[in-house]
């Protein structure tokens, strides 16, 4: 939603619901997993789809971003969900952004 003038600015569609939410950077990216196991990020721009990652298991969790030692880097936690049945697991993926994306 553009904040300024109420619009939908853009949409992205999902296979399915998302459980943990999404993270938007101040690099203009969204980052959201689903329970496919698919870990996504989008131009926060324009909505377009930039890159995705299966996990394994369900991408339920709210993703979250952190910096060490001056490199960004993004996490996701892949454990599934019980109660729509998503694939189960038990694993922490991280990413390392580049650079530029900061």
């Known amino acids: 939603m553009n904040v300024d ?4 600015a853009w949409k992205f569609d999902t296979e399915q619901p998302l459980i ?3 993270l938007a950077t101040a690099g203009d990216l969204v980052f959201y ?3 496919n196991g698919l870990f ?3 131009d926060a721009r324009n ?3 930039l890159w995705e990652y299966n996990c394994g298991a369900g991408a339920n969790a709210m993703p979250v971003s952190y910096t060490v030692k001056g490199r960004q880097y ?3 936690g892949c454990g599934g969900n019980t109660q729509l049945d ?3 697991g038990n694993s922490m993926v991280v990413f390392a952004l580049p650079k530029s994306s900061h």
């Open 86 to 88: 998503f694939k189960r």
């Open 47 to 49: 909505g377009k789809k």
């Open 33 to 35: 997993g689903e329970g």
């Open 5 to 8: 003038t109420g619009k939908m």
């Open 20 to 22: 943990g939410g999404a």
């Open 74 to 76: 993004v996490a996701m």
């Open 40 to 42: 996504r990020a989008l």
